[in-house]
């Protein structure tokens, strides 16, 4: 019995070595049951955290010789699931019909209901929940579940329907289904029908209205939710930052830091989300020492996120390094450092980046080009600009938009070219807009073009009445010229056109404010 001793010893492990197992059990002369048994106990205890070893001594078993039984076959086909071997699992089905462990033995049945629906054959997993006599709940959930991850409604509806019994998984399954399919009403509905939840069912319903930009239904019910969990917080705090929330999702972030709960990756994506679109480089810093100093994952998503804050915040170092960080970085990290080098006035820096980019073979986006565009702009790359213009439809199929035209025609505004840029603003297909005609309106005050600057102010006026800058900014046009009347009926006519506001804390105070409370937590 001396080589199985060996097993048993490899056995006693957390990780069963299987070339020791292959070694003492092609030595051993155990009886085939014993054999059998030993060889179940590693399958079963390899099966999760090394599927292909799970599956090599399931393979090794006819050498042996010994057959798999009604405890082998359940975790070989969770470890072949797994794998997504399909060719393997459907051998093991026939393995199992022939055997004689089909349908009658519920635990096989179900890792096949099971196997076939992770490897996204549902023709199979169907069929093979139609030859269960009398299928548990646990037959159905597996492919109840993965009709969920999919969002296909009708089959989840039909087996949901369908059941015997319904467990959590089950109510919580046909939650996620809706929510995946955009159902939201739906996914409230069997909310509000489950007898009990747990965090799973609130946290899910909480993802979903977040994702879809309900952030004010999704604080609804978080505000409500018993027991919060990691999931529920994160998803808040994400949603805040996407819909252009971020004190709101830093003042959750601190609540979440009051209760004690450490964020992850995913949680972090989203204060700095926020934290770009404060603006405040201190603010920045802090949040990057945050991430170093509570060791969060820099997966390629935080180091994204930290990419485009740096970057938009003027901390061009720090975004650099983040970058660097990046071993295959796509159009995302590239467009956020380009964009925020370019806002920056780091010009050729940014295109320097994008010629990288472009070498690298990844595709840019239309954001990409106003990052390029502003940064040519920035640069006084006039030429360069009208190059990289025309690259962008010819070269990439890019439709130009609205924000590309106002690039342009700030690049030839601050050029000196303001006939250019007015051509260009007359003919835009999409009519004149709002931020080609300030950025033209701008570059008139520097080369004190009244005629053009008279013309596109009154655009102005007639698309955003109530920006007191425009009036502004055509009445200092007019004091340039020491026409002092017409300066002066500019201001009355912004003084009609705009109530008198009370003053109040400005966006920069407010920022100061923010920065100030989350400097108290570290």
């Known amino acids: 019995m001396a080589p199985l001793d060996g097993v048993a010893r490899a056995l006693a492990s957390d990780h069963p070595p299987p070339a020791a197992l292959h070694a003492h059990l092609l030595r051993s002369e155990a009886a085939p049951t ?15 955290p090394r599927p292909r070893a799970a599956l090599g001594l399931l393979l090794l078993m006819p050498r042996l010789p010994v057959s798999p039984d009604h405890f082998t076959l359940p975790f070989a086909l969770n470890a072949t699931a797994s794998l997504r ?16 462990l089909l349908p009658l033995r519920l635990p096989v049945a179900n890792a096949l209901v099971d196997f076939y629906a992770k490897c996204e054959d549902y023709r199979a997993a169907h069929a093979a929940l139609a030859d269960i006599p009398a299928p548990d709940a646990v037959s159905f959930n ?28 089950s109510w919580n399954a046909m939650v996620v289904v809706y929510v995946s399919a955009g159902d939201l009403a739906s996914a409230r509905r069997v909310f509000d029908e489950m007898p009990t939840r747990d965090t799973a069912s609130w946290s899910v319903l909480i993802v979903g209205y977040c994702k879809r930009g309900l952030v004010q239904s999704a604080r609804e019910l978080f505000d409500k939710m018993p027991a919060k969990n990691l999931v529920a917080w994160t998803a808040m ?39 770009s679109q404060m603006g405040s480089t201190e603010l920045a810093v802090w949040v990057g020492a945050y991430v170093d100093r509570k060791k969060i994952e820099r997966n390629e998503k935080v180091l994204t996120a930290l990419v ?11 975004a650099l390094s983040a970058f660097r960080e990046i071993a295959q970085p796509d159009a995302y990290p590239y467009t956020a450092l380009i964009s925020g080098l370019a806002t920056h006035g780091h010009g050729n820096l940014a295109l320097q980046v994008f010629e990288r980019m472009q070498a690298q073979a990844i595709w840019p986006d239309p954001i990409t080009f106003v990052g390029v565009l502003t940064a040519c702009s ?93 009036y502004i900014l055509l009445s200092n046009i007019y004091a340039g010229k020491e026409l002092w009347e017409e300066a002066e009926r500019v201001r009355s006519l912004m003084k009609t056109k705009l109530p008198f506001k009370k003053p109040g804390s ?12 989350m400097s108290v937590m570290d």
Request: some cysteine; charged content about 20%.
């Open 34 to 48: 014993l054999v059998r048994s030993l060889l179940n106990s590693a399958i079963i205890r390899l099966s999760k």
């Open 85 to 100: 071997l399909l060719p393997l699992g459907a051998s093991l089905h026939a393995i199992a019909v022939r055997l004689g």
């Open 142 to 169: 597996s492919l109840l579940c993965a009709h969920a991850r999919n969002g296909s409604v009708p089959p989840a509806e039909y087996l949901f329907t369908a059941m015997p019994s319904r467990t959590q998984v």
């Open 237 to 275: 705090i994400n949603g805040y930052a996407q819909t252009g929330r971020p004190k709101v999702a830093l003042a959750l972030f601190r609540e979440l830091e009051a209760a004690e709960i450490e964020p992850d990756a995913a949680t972090m994506v989203g204060v700095i989300s926020a934290t």
């Open 308 to 318: 485009d804050m740096h970057a938009k915040c003027g901390n061009v170092e720090q």
């Open 378 to 470: 920035h640069a006084g790359l006039v030429d360069k600009g009208l190059e990289y213009w025309e690259a962008m439809v010819r070269d990439y199929g890019i439709e130009r938009r609205a924000d590309h035209y106002a690039c342009v025609v700030d690049m030839l505004g601050r050029a000196g070219r303001i006939e250019e840029a007015f051509e260009m603003v007359q003919t835009m297909p999409m009519g004149p807009h709002p931020g080609a005609l300030g950025a033209l309106l701008s570059a008139c005050k520097t080369y004190d073009n009244v005629e053009i600057a008279e013309i596109v102010a009154n655009k102005l006026f007639e698309l955003e009445p109530r920006n007191t800058g425009n």
């Open 506 to 517: 400005t966006w920069v105070e407010d920022r100061h404010r923010e920065h100030a409370k």
